[in-house]
């Protein structure tokens, strides 16, 4: 069966409002932020108003295994920051928690 031209001519539908190197990095972070685990990492360090010890972050969050929180934590890279010991959110994370948590983002009905 052969795929309709129509649905590959850019043409057809205008220019794309974002270009391939946004699309590319809108595609990373939807991966990154599709992991329960990562989420569960972000809204931690998201209530905390200071850093926070590795320690205590393992103790509020479900994993106990400490190379599989290690793994995620690698993940969340450009979004959480480690110094000293303590993760906290960067600005960029703190942006995003914002936009995912924010009421009106998952409820159609209330644009």
Known sequence: MAIPTWLSD?????????SDTEIA????????????IRLEI???LHRR???????????A?????????NYHL??????????DGRYALTDRGQRL????T???AWNPGSR
């Open 10 to 18: 850019s043409e057809a539908f205008g220019p794309s409002s974002l």
């Open 74 to 83: 690698r993940q969340l890279d450009g979004l959480i920051a480690r110094d």
């Open 102 to 104: 924010a009421e009106d």
């Open 25 to 36: 990095a809108v595609s990373e972070t939807l991966e990154v932020l599709s992991n329960p």
């Open 42 to 44: 972000l809204a931690t």
């Open 97 to 100: 928690v914002q936009q995912v």
């Open 49 to 59: 108003e200071n850093p926070v010890r590795y320690a205590d972050l393992r103790a």
């Open 61 to 69: 969050l479900s994993i106990r295994d400490n190379g599989r929180l």
